[in-house]
């Protein structure tokens, strides 16, 4: 069989199985930063799945796109040097995505935490005026 096929499974299963990986880890531990975020359990797990299924949606989908390459394969060594590219960019990809959801939802955490605090005292209405101290006169003689 001609490398460059060899070189494209291979690509499929290990950015299949790292997408796969990646997202059941980040639902598994994420799930307690969720309900931190939103206060409730049941929202919490609801948008665990949605982002699971966007990151799903996202990543394979870059995969599949990005599977072709243009370039001619003639041994194992220019097909483990492609393919070393094409998992990077899958990489970064998957860290990119995984930093903007965590980005995004500390955003709302902080957000909606400020809402949670009690509203501050009213400001001063007005400053007294400042009179610095004057010397004391001099004696006399």
Known sequence: MDPKVWMYLVYLVVSVGLTIWVATTLSRNGLVFLVDVFADERLAKAINQL?????????????TVTMRSNQTITDTSEA??????KVGLVLLVLGVLHFLNVFFLGRYRRGRLRQQQPVPPLPPAGRLPFHPQQPPPPARA
Do not use: D, H
């Open 51 to 63: 982002l699971v299924m966007g990151f799903y949606l996202l990543n394979l989908g870059y995969v």
């Open 80 to 85: 483990l040097e492609t393919l070393s590219s």
